[in-house]
């Protein structure tokens, strides 16, 4: 039981970074930077963004030596806590597992890019008129349902049916 817990969590945070790697390829080598293909006008398009900082360009202007070792130190300890907390996760919570899961897969999505370049790419480009939300991608995408399933198990201290 225990081999195929681990076997489970290896497949899905791998189709993560798969799909998010994959994507992000794509957009690299299709899209130029900086540029803007408009999907659904006034709401949605895909661009072509590196980010230098974390979520919403957090830390974005800190030093990029200092920058890289704060996301390199913090990465490596949500994986340590993610394999923790996925260990003490009971067979009866896969919604939980999962969760974990996805989180360990956009982890490490966004950390094999701060490793290549040095920034996150980004191309899901959400928008309302002038409002525009940050551009993400899969690993973030994943990361956020994660931590939605995490946070609905922490507060309601069980799993959606």
């Given at each position: 039981?225990?081999?195929?817990?681990?076997?489970?969590?290896?497949?899905y945070?791998g189709?993560?970074?798969?799909?998010?790697?994959?994507?992000?390829?794509?957009?690299?080598?299709?899209?130029?930077s900086?540029?803007?293909?408009?999907?659904?006008?006034?709401?949605?398009?895909?661009?072509?963004?590196?980010n230098?900082?974390?979520?919403?360009?957090?830390?974005?202007?800190?030093?990029?030596?200092?920058?890289?070792?704060?996301?390199?130190?913090?990465?490596?300890?949500?994986?340590?806590?993610?394999?923790?907390?996925?260990?003490?996760?009971?067979?009866?919570?896969?919604?939980?597992?999962?969760?974990?899961?996805?989180?360990l897969?956009?982890?490490?999505?966004?950390?094999?890019?701060?490793?290549?370049?040095?920034?996150?790419?980004?191309?899901l480009?959400?928008?309302?008129?002038?409002?525009?939300?940050?551009?993400?991608?899969?690993?973030?995408?994943?990361?956020?349902?994660?931590?939605v399933?995490?946070?609905?198990?922490?507060?309601?201290?069980?799993?959606?049916?």
């Amino acid at each position: 039981m225990l081999k195929n817990k681990y076997i489970k969590l290896l497949v899905y945070a791998g189709a993560v970074i798969l799909l998010d790697q994959l994507s992000k390829e794509l957009i690299i080598r299709y899209l130029p930077s900086n540029q803007i293909i408009p999907v659904l006008k006034g709401f949605f398009n895909i661009t072509h963004i590196h980010n230098p900082g974390g979520a919403f360009g957090l830390m974005a202007n800190l030093n990029p030596a200092l920058r890289s070792f704060i996301f390199l130190f913090i990465s490596s300890l949500a994986v340590g806590l993610i394999f923790y907390f996925y260990k003490k996760t009971p067979p009866d919570y896969p919604w939980l597992a999962a969760a974990f899961a996805l989180i360990l897969g956009g982890a490490i999505g966004n950390l094999i890019d701060r490793a290549r370049f040095g920034t996150v790419v980004d191309f899901l480009d959400f928008y309302v008129g002038n409002l525009h939300w940050p551009a993400f991608n899969v690993a973030d995408s994943a990361i956020t349902v994660g931590i939605v399933i995490f946070v609905f198990h922490l507060v309601f201290k069980k799993m959606p049916e």
